[in-house]
């Protein structure tokens, strides 16, 4: 019922537009680099750098750093505790437009 529904209980972590979009990204892939994910959501390094630190400090997602060809390559993937609580979310949303 939607007069049950409490926007204050939403996940403050996701909630925020650059990080539910990585969210979203990263739950319907396995991982994505660093690259990937700032063009699938248009960001800029400096900002999605700071995102993704908040997202693993929620222990939400999991960085990978490592050198590929050289270069730096920085990997993420979503963690148990992150898929969990990226349903949570959902689940929550769902109360809020079903009847």
Known sequence: ????FDATNLDDV???KLRLAVMA???A?????FGEIKTRTNASDGN?????????????IAIEKSFVDR?????ASLTESGRTAWLH???QLRSLIQP
């Open 48 to 60: 999605l750098s700071v995102h993704l630190r908040k997202l693993e400090e929620a222990g939400y």
């Open 14 to 16: 996701i909630h925020g």
């Open 71 to 75: 270069k730096p390559q920085t990997r």
């Open 1 to 4: 019922m939607a007069d049950s």
């Open 29 to 33: 892939t396995r991982e994505a680099t």
């Open 25 to 27: 990204y990263l739950s």
């Open 89 to 91: 979310y959902l689940d």
